[in-house]
């Protein structure tokens, strides 16, 4: 059976392979930058830190909103039309560049207002919010292309390059640091990026930017659903002043993260294949494929929940003994179921349902469970303090995971037998 899955997905594997070193490359570096600031920022530091970086990531929805995964669609279904390719790229970079500059203008003016003594470390981070998205636009084109090798040379490169400027910058200038630190990574990336894709064409194609962003549209609303359903949490700790235990929370939130890349870049490999398929018409196919890769999934998951179990307290024990509380052990067991339906939704979701155009599902569903987190984490923090939070996130994704992978599988078997209808029609 395995050697049969191996020869049906040789060319996924050989993706996953260089698309998982490229990931790790960039991810490697921003989970380090996260651990060395663990490591070296007091509780509450690190807790403001955290909710600094929230804010940010919701900043960075509404700059990005959905466009380079729009791209990266656009890409894979006309990999053959290099000008057509080039123009959306450059018309994509002239808006991500004018919204940054209108949130920046934004900040400047109000952010003091708004974020009080957190007003400095928001503006340190301001260049994150314009060479973030650009790192994704070109990331987005090359995974378009199926250039998996080339991206993963280039993050793994950048990656260590960073890894001494990291290390320094979190240690000695602590907070402001570990912001800089963020700032330089997608600095190179973006550079590093900008420079290796050929064919730069400084031209404005605005039909063409208009089928972009009608569906980037429904991606964009997708990602602020996503925001509302996940980090949000930190910023509900925030406003019941619980700063050291949002630290508590995002610190179990990354070690679940980090797990769930590994689907993460399954999910971003399988995509273009599967709009590939989707797009001929080989809708029975693709509904073979999203069994096949659910099982593994589970199978994957429940691994991690595994390993997490016999080796999250050591790590705590012996390299973040300032975190080593039973709060944050109780939370991480807790929270390991997650890690199997976030395997199966990962997948679900990036690698089959936006790829066959079904982002709309992706969007409904994060909008309906973001809005019930809403509401119910900060009615069980109130309750029953930064426990609440948890028992917010264990419910909410797990109910949300569980039914998005059985509505979509449905999906998908309607669209075999709406193809095999209209097959036995045209045979009559």
């Known amino acids: ?26 991810q490697g570096i921003s989970f380090l930058i996260f651990f060395l600031s663990a490591a070296f920022l007091t509780p509450e530091e690190f807790g403001l830190y955290n909710i600094i970086v929230a804010y940010m990531f919701l900043f ?7 466009l380079s995964t729009a791209v990266s669609k656009f890409v894979a279904e006309h990999a053959e039309k290099k000008k057509k390719i080039n123009a959306i790229l450059f018309t994509s970079a002239l808006l991500i560049l004018f919204i940054f ?23 340190m981070f301001l260049p994150f ?25 280039v993050f793994v490169c950048v990656g260590l390059v960073s890894l001494i400027a990291v290390y320094f910058l979190v240690k000695y200038f602590g907070l402001a640091g570990a912001i800089q630190a963020q700032n330089l990574l997608y600095f190179l990336l973006a550079l590093s990026l900008f420079f290796l894709h050929k064919g730069f064409v400084a031209k404005v194609d605005i039909p063409l930017m208009k089928k972009v962003l009608s569906y980037s549209l429904i991606v964009g609303l997708s990602s602020l659903g996503y ?41 971003q490999v399988l995509a273009p294949k599967v709009t590939r398929l989707y797009a001929k018409g080989k809708k029975q196919e693709v509904l073979a494929m999203y069994k096949r890769y659910m099982l593994l999934c589970f199978a994957g998951g429940t691994f991690f929940v595994l390993f ?7 790590l705590l024990k012996h390299f973040l003994t300032q975190y080593n509380t039973p709060e944050v052990l109780l939370s991480m067991n807790l929270l390991l179921p997650i890690l199997v339906s976030q395997a199966l939704a ?4 990036t690698g089959f349902s936006i790829a066959t155009g079904h982002a709309k599902l992706n ?36 109910i949300s995971d569980a039914l998005f992978v059985g509505i979509y599988y449905y999906k998908l078997k309607e669209d075999k037998e709406e193809k095999k209808e209209k097959k036995a029609k045209k045979t009559f």
């Open 101 to 123: 500059i209108a949130i920046t203008l934004v900040l400047v003016i109000f952010g003091s207002f708004f974020f009080g003594d957190k007003y400095k470390y928001i503006l």
């Open 363 to 398: 969007m409904e569903f994060l909008w309906i469970f973001g809005l019930v987190n809403c509401i119910i984490g900060p009615l069980l923090v109130w309750q029953f303090g930064y426990i609440g939070i948890i028992f917010a996130t264990l419910s909410v994704k797990i």
């Open 1 to 26: 059976m395995i050697k049969k899955f191996i020869s049906q997905e040789k060319e996924i594997i050989e993706h996953v392979f260089w698309r998982a070193l490229q990931v790790f490359g960039k």
């Open 346 to 349: 990962t997948v679900a979701a």
């Open 227 to 267: 925001f509302l359903f996940t980090r949000v949490n930190l910023l509900v700790l925030s406003w019941f002043n619980l700063v050291v235990e949002a630290g508590y929370y995002e610190l179990v939130n990354k070690i679940v993260t980090l797990l769930i890349v590994a689907f993460t870049v399954l999910a």
């Open 308 to 314: 997490v179990f016999l080796f999250f307290p050591p």
């Open 60 to 66: 960075l929805v509404f700059i990005d909103f959905g």
């Open 129 to 153: 919010l314009l060479f973030a998205p650009l790192s994704f636009l070109y990331d987005g084109v090359f995974r378009g292309l199926g250039k998996f090798k080339i991206l993963s040379m």
